[in-house]
């Protein structure tokens, strides 16, 4: 089992976005300078391996919010699942490799907002019923 905390105010990619124009004037979708810094701030908090997980693995994050207000987990977790692709720990964040988000959940913490992440590899009997 791989465990670790990002020591930062949870951020939802969906949530923070805004509209920019190319250099041809088309619109497009971007991500905000504050989903941008807390993606850069936090891949220094993810663990480094010799290898890419590219194997069926459950991947359960606590989010600890600093405020009760409401938000939603699956863009929760589709953040931070990118930020692990982009800090090099998985190889890709489709369903053979992040199977599964069991246990994950928003919670709160007005002191100490923070994801916590454990990542466990499936077993045998799991990975074959993803086929």
């Not at 891949?43 to 009760?68: E, G, S």
């Not at 246990?103 to 074959?128: F, W």
Request: charge should be positive.
């Amino acid at each position: 089992m791989i465990h670790f905390t990002i020591p930062l105010i949870p951020r939802s990619k969906k949530n923070h976005q805004r509209i920019l124009k190319n250099k041809y004037g088309r619109p497009f979708v971007a991500p905000s300078k504050q989903y941008r810094d807390y993606e850069r701030d936090a891949l220094w908090f993810i663990p480094k391996k010799d290898r890419l997980i590219d194997y069926p693995c459950n991947v359960k994050c606590l989010f600890y919010m600093p405020t009760k207000r409401l938000c939603d987990l699956t863009n929760m977790l589709e953040s931070i699942d990118d930020v692990m692709v982009k800090a090099g720990l998985f190889k890709d964040d489709n369903y053979r490799i992040i199977a599964a988000h069991d246990g994950s959940r928003v919670l709160y913490d007005k002191d100490h907002p923070r994801t916590e992440v454990y990542i466990e590899e499936m077993g045998v009997n799991n990975a074959k019923n993803q086929d």
